[in-house]
């Protein structure tokens, strides 16, 4: 991993553009490819990224006080995330090693495979792409197809709160900016969803499912889709 603190600006360019104006910022840059670009006041959520596959050129530029231009362009849709750099405060590299992943409680990590072995609880005609689906922000719990070919992201907690529906809703910001993914609606799926959460899901368009673990188990009854 990279970390850069630099004062520079920022440009989206693709499908959507934003412009960033000059600011110190946290610049991540990842082994897997991504580019994320940090505020101090926004907790983890990037102001602006890159998802991978993207490729980084790093160039001299010296407009208007400027030292550097950095270009990322993902190497699927083409778009670009442009960084004119005016200072570098710290510029450093670390290696952190294959991490191990998020350690599921037994019941999560068993109601995840057990969603994923039987798909059809989210409706007829879906299908499994994948468990833990990679982004740059971390393995989305399900991602699969509905009967009409869109994608489908499931979060999926023993207890639904609303850090899970912030956390989904982080997932599908981002899936959504891959062209071969979206558009991707998102279901939020637990054993129990607090009424807040629920809510708070439903303003954002992320469906709900209240899970039956003995029901996925084949003992009783079955989940229900509000």
Excluded at 28 to 34: H, P, V
Excluded at 58 to 84: C, F, M, N, P
Excluded at 166 to 187: C, F, I, M, S
Aim: glycine share 8%.
């Amino acid at each position: 991993m990279r970390l850069v603190i630099a004062r520079c600006s920022v440009d989206y360019v693709g499908r959507l553009t934003a412009h960033l104006p000059k600011a110190t910022r946290l610049i991540l840059m990842k082994a897997d490819g991504s580019v994320s670009i940090h505020a101090d006041d926004r907790a983890f959520k990037p102001l602006n990224w890159m998802n991978p596959p993207c490729t980084v050129r790093e160039e001299a530029y010296t407009d208007h006080g400027a030292v550097a231009r950095w270009t990322v362009t993902h190497g699927k849709s083409g778009e670009q995330l442009i960084l004119t750099v005016f200072e570098v405060l710290h510029d450093h590299r670390h290696e952190l090693g294959v991490d191990p992943g998020l350690q599921k409680d037994g019941v999560e990590a068993h109601l995840q495979e057990l969603l994923a072995e039987h798909i059809t609880t989210l409706g007829e005609g879906y299908r499994l792409v994948r468990r833990e689906y990679p982004t740059a922000i971390g393995p989305v719990d399900i991602l699969c197809r509905d009967a009409s070919g869109g994608t489908v992201a499931v979060e999926i907690k023993r207890r639904g709160e609303i850090d899970g529906v912030e956390q989904l809703t982080r997932y599908l910001e981002l899936l959504n900016r891959d062209p071969l993914l979206a558009p991707v609606k998102g279901v939020f799926a637990a054993q129990e969803i607090k009424p807040q959460a629920r809510v708070l899901a439903h303003d954002r368009g992320i469906e709900t499912l209240t899970l039956d673990y003995d029901a996925l188990r084949g003992i009783e009854k079955e989940g229900m889709l509000f």
